[in-house]
């Protein structure tokens, strides 16, 4: 514990482990943080309005249901109990239709779809009950100096040992590292609503392979499912721009019509692609988690399981790091995240780029390749159900949360 802890207007906070931003990544750390006994404040301004949903996949679920924050969201997820992929694109060389299962892996269910709102509420309200003190503004600045870091805010600073950047795409906190990162932007653009079906999606996922991108179909409790349409930027700001009986008509037609008539919900998102990977993963106090870190594209539901992964390798390495009495934002631990965390960030950025760059080739060939993989995919078993496995649970990264097991 640096200093003494005062939250008052021009006043200096101390904690151990400051963590920036209030996305699902960063309330995730703070949680583990805290359920682990370290001293955390959080920082975070009012989450914005998302009416995005996310399919937490298997590890991801249990990892929140080891924190506390499952049950509450339990009644408003839906389970993912099959995956269907269905090539609709006008190629000469078209993949078979494959349909995954959760049993085929002996799993009730691959995941759960849940909306971001819902998410976030939950955590925010364990983050409450474990009585993490929340500081509702936003980091203005963050400097290292060799005993601990400063976040500068508009009315008072924090002190720490460690900050995590959970600050999202433009992280301040990785700037302030002076860590560079990779950015490439697809030509792609992701719409994104909710809808009501006249048809029972019977907890299947439906993904349309297009030549523009997955038009994909995400179960939510009752007759509800969640859209991520991804197209050229034109075309998807044609439909954002549609009155809601259009948009629901053209949208049931992309869908052939397998969930019937369709009604659009209030809000609609639009989402330009992009795939971004920090050059590092942690420098100077400072550790980057979720997409401060890493972006991927909205494919195969990547993103913040990922980013949860991060949430939850960092609290395990943080707390056996002050269990030793080790200062956890010293360079030893940081570089313990860095590696313990690159090998499935890479191979996950890899596989989803290859999926979709594989989409949207023009070139014989690779649509060739890409059928003959899809086809092998479905036809043998031990493949089929390495990936499967792969998809839920990757080898490179079980955190201790992802197990069942505390931090
Ligand atoms: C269309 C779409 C669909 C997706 N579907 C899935 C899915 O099904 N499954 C999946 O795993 N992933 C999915 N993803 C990815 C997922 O949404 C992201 O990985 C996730 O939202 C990232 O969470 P985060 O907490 O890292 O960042 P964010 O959610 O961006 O949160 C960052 C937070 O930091 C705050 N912040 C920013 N600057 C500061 C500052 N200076 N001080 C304090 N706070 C700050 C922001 O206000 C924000 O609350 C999808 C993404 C898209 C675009």
């Known amino acids: 514990m640096i200093g003494a802890r005062v939250n008052a207007k021009g006043s200096r906070v101390a904690a151990e482990v400051a963590v920036v931003g209030g996305g699902p990544s960063g309330l995730v750390t703070a949680i583990a943080l805290a359920t682990a006994g370290i001293d955390t404040v959080l920082i975070a301004p009012k989450p914005e309005d998302d009416h995005r949903t996310t399919a937490l996949l298997a590890g991801s679920v249990t990892a929140l249901a080891t924190l506390g924050v499952w049950e509450t969201c339990r009644p ?13 694109t006008r190629r000469l060389l078209r993949a078979p239709e494959i349909v995954f299962t959760a049993a085929e892996i002996g799993l009730d269910a691959f995941g759960y779809n849940i909306e971001n ?25 963050v400097t290292c100096d060799r005993a601990g870091i400063t976040i500068n805010l508009a009315e008072n600073e924090v002190r720490a040992r460690l900050v995590v950047g959970a600050d999202g795409q433009h992280s301040l906190c990785r700037t302030a590292a002076g860590i560079a990162s990779d950015r490439r932007t697809y030509p792609q653009t992701a719409l994104t609503l909710n809808l009501e079906h006249g048809r029972a999606h019977d907890n299947t996922t439906t993904e349309f392979h297009t030549e523009r991108g997955p038009f994909t179909l995400v179960p939510l409790p009752g007759r509800r499912s969640s859209l991520v349409c991804v197209l050229d930027p034109s075309a998807a700001a044609e439909l954002f721009a549609m009155n809601d009986n259009d948009l629901a008509a053209d949208l049931e037609r992309r869908a052939h019509s397998l969930l019937g008539p369709m009604r659009v919900e209030p809000g609609r998102g639009l989402f330009p692609l992009a795939v971004e990977t920090a050059r590092s993963f942690a420098r100077d106090r400072i550790a980057l988690v979720g997409e401060a870190a890493h972006v991927v594209p909205p494919i195969g539901a990547q993103g913040l399981n990922l980013g949860l992964r991060d949430a939850a390798t960092l609290a395990e390495i943080v707390a056996d790091a002050q269990r030793r ?83």
């Open 76 to 88: 408003l997820a839906a389970p993912l109990v099959s995956i269907r992929i269905v090539d609709d």
């Open 325 to 407: 009495s080790v200062d956890v934002g010293s360079s030893g631990v940081l570089a313990h995240y860095e590696t313990s965390r690159l090998a499935d960030v890479t191979s996950r950025r890899l596989a989803i780029d290859l999926l979709n760059r594989s989409l949207l080739a023009d070139f014989l060939p690779v649509q060739g390749i890409r059928g003959l993989s899809l086809f092998l995919i479905d036809r043998v078993g031990p493949l089929r159900r390495a990936l499967m496995r792969e998809g839920v649970a990757p080898a490179a990264s079980q955190p201790r949360l992802m197990r069942g097991e505390m931090v």
């Open 117 to 141: 709102r819902h998410l976030i509420g939950a955590l925010y309200e364990r983050a409450r009950q474990l009585q993490i003190e929340h500081i509702a503004a936003p980091a203005l600045a």
